[in-house]
């Protein structure tokens, strides 16, 4: 090899290397941008700074009821970090006055807004929680409960969902699809399955957008059916909407149905054709069947899609421990591509599965044929 040609692949490895250390240390930033956005919101500082009046560090915990030192080094930090700006940053620093910024009240305050992302911390927090147990099961196989995730995982990711379903669900998915939105319109009254409904935000979206329809929602996880039933009662459905802390196979439940659905939750289930083959017989004959999950794309590449990044990383942390729990788990992961779920509704007894004209980034949607 010429000593030239030695020199560029030496040059190349360490433009690559440069580049890999500055991606590490971004990722470092990042990581400490959601840990501290995590004790912002659950601190009450967002909240209190959103006002949009100049706030002391000691003004900013007597609101919080937090010590007045901490919330000093956590204003600092959130300065420079660029998340909150400060007012004179040559005043002493008790005398120094913060105030989060207008563009940035939206993001992180409010909760009806489809750009709300405070939850993605605590949601992120409640990942890797039991990382000790990911790392046993990464050694010796198995999984992890949903449950040890703790009451972060659960919360951040209703809160997270709480919006879309909401404001997207019952106003823009579901009347995309044109004979399922007439039938949830008209009488005699439509019932809905909504299958894994965590803490019951798509039972809960669907029944606000449709007055006639009836409701109810199974999930496995206990704690989070008791959420569930909180929400509902917070919106005063619980008339309409009901939750079950068990499983919906039941078959004294069979064709009862005239809409199943299942939103981001058939990737965690160790048996995903067994839950499809519930779905499909509680499914009235004219009944239809709705499968919302990741929009990853048809097979794998290095590259990924414009999602896969942040999927895998789920997948890792959470969806595929969660799955793997199950004995003879399917062990399918976040990233469910549409060949695998194809492969799962036929061995459920469906005939065909239809991708959904339903544009969203971050979800596709499909319906499975009997």
């Known amino acids: 090899m010429e000593m030239a040609t030695v020199i560029q692949t030496n040059q190349n490895i360490d433009e690559q290397r440069d580049a890999f250390i500055d991606r590490l240390l971004g990722s470092v930033s990042g990581l400490f941008d959601i840990f501290t956005l995590y004790m912002g919101d659950r601190l009450g500082y967002y909240k209190a700074l959103a006002t949009n009046s100049w706030l002391t560090s000691t003004e900013l915990a007597n609101q919080t009821d937090t010590d007045e030192r901490y919330a000093r080094e956590w204003l600092e930090q959130q300065t420079v970090s660029g998340v909150v700006e400060v007012q004179d940053e040559t005043t002493d620093s008790l005398n120094r006055r913060f105030r989060l910024p207008v563009a940035h009240v939206e993001v992180l305050t409010d909760r009806e807004s489809l750009n709300y992302l405070t939850p993605l911390a605590q949601l992120a927090v409640g990942a890797v929680y039991p990382i000790h147990s990911v790392m046993d099961a990464f050694r010796n196989g198995g999984g992890v409960p949903f449950a040890k995730y703790g009451a972060d995982l659960r919360e951040g990711q209703g809160n997270m969902n709480r919006a879309m379903f909401l404001y997207e669900l019952g106003q823009e998915w579901l009347p995309a699809i044109d004979d399922i939105d007439q039938r949830l319109q008209i009488s005699p009254s439509a019932r809905i399955a909504d299958i894994g409904c965590g803490v019951g935000w798509s039972s809960i979206g669907m029944a606000k957008a449709y007055p006639n329809v009836r409701v109810d929602g199974f999930d496995m996880d ?7 039933w909180a929400n509902a009662r917070q919106h005063g459905l619980t008339d309409r909407v009901t939750f079950h802390a068990r499983d919906a196979g039941d078959g004294a439940l069979n064709g009862r149905y005239d809409l199943v659905t299942a939103f981001e939750c058939v990737h965690d289930m160790g048996n995903p054709v067994g839950v499809l083959s519930a779905m499909r017989r509680l499914a009235s004959d004219n009944g239809t069947v709705i499968v919302m999950d990741e929009r990853v794309g048809d097979t794998f590449t290095a590259s990924g899609n414009e999602v896969e990044w942040m999927m895998y990383g789920w997948s890792v942390l959470h969806c595929l421990p969660v799955g793997m729990a199950e004995e003879c788990s399917a062990a399918t992961g976040t990233v469910m591509r549409a060949d695998t779920l194809r492969r799962y509704a036929m061995e ?23």
């Open 348 to 370: 459920a007894g469906f005939r065909y599965v239809e991708i959904l004209p339903i544009e969203n980034y971050f979800f596709q949607f499909y319906r499975l044929v009997r």
């Open 222 to 228: 206990e704690a989070s059916v008791e959420d569930a």
